[in-house]
């Protein structure tokens, strides 16, 4: 018996017991941090655990490659990527040249490149590149706007001690992803550099580049927000995901507490977080993604599929994503038959009881992972949408279609 033939009801009773194990790729976040300090510690890059994301691996190969004497570097998509090596760069006197997609080049870089420039680079932003001259940076008090993203920051903060002078990082009011910014203060503890913060300044208290006894590498909680959402969507279905922490350092980690509004229950048995869903008294959920992005597609589709009404809030920078995320949803959704809005104070809304149509969908994802991710999962319970290039997901997950055909293998 097919999913499109089974009834709802009979198929959550006859998959209610059954488990299935995920073996999530480790933290990008995490590791290309981790990879920025271990090469400026002169330590191994071999020594960090390596995600399977292609943003880390092209981190990695940007750093082999600096370390052999090359002086051009392909970043291909990877943001993080991209600012923590133009910082890097900019840093180290030489001519540089690091190489990008079209696609990478079209966000938002100048607050970061300007920031540089002031402290004694050259950078050149071109459609498809970026060329530095990179100098001894002055350092001392640094306004860093992060109302975009908080890479800007993390990247300064990473080269903190190649300064001149120990800088004071000046904090505006409107943080964005800021929980990322308390990641890289962690990482750069490890490898003996410190930080404090004093009222609105982030200040550089001392240290150098040491390699770490302990080294650190997390399971990626922003891919396993997409089961979530497939927990939701599948209720009763076990889900198991092997070192998988709530404790975590991760931001993503929040969708331990969100998911846990839709009925999520999670439980750690033997070094794994165990997962399943549960239906819930409906009502309108409201969720706030300002340090926390990467949820809102998750979520936004797991409320979907059940016709669960929401509200978003705090979702300004989502539109500096791979993709402007939120005009994306809401054409997708739309072709769909589901209706969504946002109101003058920037709040998205999906009302709920909205039935996604039967027709065939077929799902425009700009080229943007998060969006791929979070409608094929949609698309495991209702086939009619379907995804055309999923190539895209080796960004943060080449093992995502791998890992839903083996899921749908499970319950067929």
């Known amino acids: 018996m097919s999913l499109c033939s089974m009834g709802h009801r009979a198929y959550q009773e006859l998959h209610r017991q059954s488990s299935?194990?995920?073996d999530l790729p480790l933290s990008k976040s995490i590791c290309n941090r981790m990879l920025i300090c271990m090469a400026l510690a002169e330590g191994d890059l071999q020594l960090v655990p390596l995600s399977s994301?292609?943003?880390?691996?092209?981190?990695?190969?940007?750093?082999v490659d600096y370390k052999s004497g090359k002086t051009t570097f392909q970043a291909h998509n990877g943001a993080a990527g991209f600012r923590f090596m133009m910082a890097l760069l900019s840093a180290k006197?030489?001519?540089?040249?690091?190489?990008?997609?079209?696609?990478?080049?079209?966000?938002?870089?100048?607050?970061?490149a300007d920031i540089l420039r002031a402290q004694g680079a050259d950078i050149q932003l071109t459609p498809n590149s970026c060329i530095i001259s990179g100098s001894e940076l002055t350092g001392g008090e640094i306004e860093v706007d992060i109302s975009i993203s908080s890479q800007y920051l993390s990247a300064l903060m990473l080269i903190a001690p190649l300064m001149?002078?120990?800088?004071?990082?000046?904090?505006p009011l409107h943080k964005v992803s800021f929980p990322y910014v308390s990641m890289t203060t962690h990482v750069l503890r490890d490898f003996g550099v410190e930080f404090e913060r004093i009222g609105k300044k982030l200040k550089y208290k001392e240290?150098?580049?040491?390699?770490?006894?302990?080294?650190?590498?997390?399971?990626?909680?922003?891919?396993?927000?997409?089961?979530?959402?497939?927990?939701?969507?599948?209720?009763?279905?076990?889900?198991?995901?092997?070192?998988?922490?709530?404790?975590?350092?991760?931001?993503?980690s929040?969708?331990?507490?969100?998911?846990?509004?839709?009925?999520?229950?999670?439980?750690?048995?033997?070094e794994s977080l165990v997962v399943?869903?549960?239906?819930?008294?409906?009502?309108?959920?409201?969720?706030?993604?300002?340090?926390?992005?990467?949820?809102?597609?998750?979520?936004?589709?797991?409320?979907?599929?059940?016709?669960?009404?929401?509200?978003?809030?705090?979702?300004?920078?989502?539109?500096?994503?791979?993709?402007?995320?939120?005009?994306?949803?809401i054409k997708n959704l739309s072709n769909m038959n589901v209706q969504c809005s946002?109101?003058?104070?920037?709040?998205?809304?999906?009302?709920?009881?909205?039935?996604?149509?039967?027709?065939?969908?077929?799902?425009?994802?700009?080229?943007?992972?998060?969006?791929?991710?979070?409608?094929?999962?949609?698309?495991?319970?209702?086939p009619q949408i379907k995804i055309p290039d999923m190539s895209c997901v080796k960004k943060s997950y080449p093992e995502f279609e791998k890992d839903i055909a083996a899921f749908k293998q499970h319950i067929s």
Request: include cysteine.
């Open 20 to 22: 299935f194990i995920v």
């Open 53 to 63: 994301a292609d943003d880390s691996a092209h981190l990695y190969q940007m750093l």
């Open 93 to 112: 006197k030489g001519q540089w040249t690091i190489e990008a997609s079209e696609q990478l080049m079209k966000r938002p870089h100048n607050l970061l």
């Open 164 to 171: 001149k002078s120990a800088p004071q990082f000046i904090l």
């Open 207 to 252: 240290g150098i580049f040491e390699i770490p006894v302990v080294i650190r590498s997390e399971k990626d909680w922003s891919s396993a927000a997409f089961w979530f959402e497939l927990a939701v969507l599948f209720q009763g279905q076990k889900f198991i995901f092997p070192e998988l922490f709530a404790e975590s350092l991760q931001p993503d």
């Open 254 to 270: 929040k969708a331990n507490d969100y998911f846990g509004e839709m009925g999520i229950i999670s439980q750690i048995q033997h």
């Open 276 to 329: 399943s869903g549960r239906p819930i008294q409906k009502k309108t959920l409201q969720f706030d993604m300002k340090h926390c992005p990467d949820l809102f597609l998750p979520l936004l589709l797991a409320c979907v599929g059940l016709g669960q009404e929401v509200k978003f809030c705090g979702i300004s920078h989502l539109v500096y994503k791979e993709s402007n995320r939120i005009a994306l949803a």
């Open 342 to 382: 946002i109101d003058e104070s920037g709040t998205f809304f999906l009302s709920g009881d909205q039935k996604i149509s039967e027709e065939e969908t077929i799902i425009d994802h700009g080229n943007d992972h998060r969006m791929a991710m979070a409608f094929g999962i949609l698309s495991v319970r209702f």
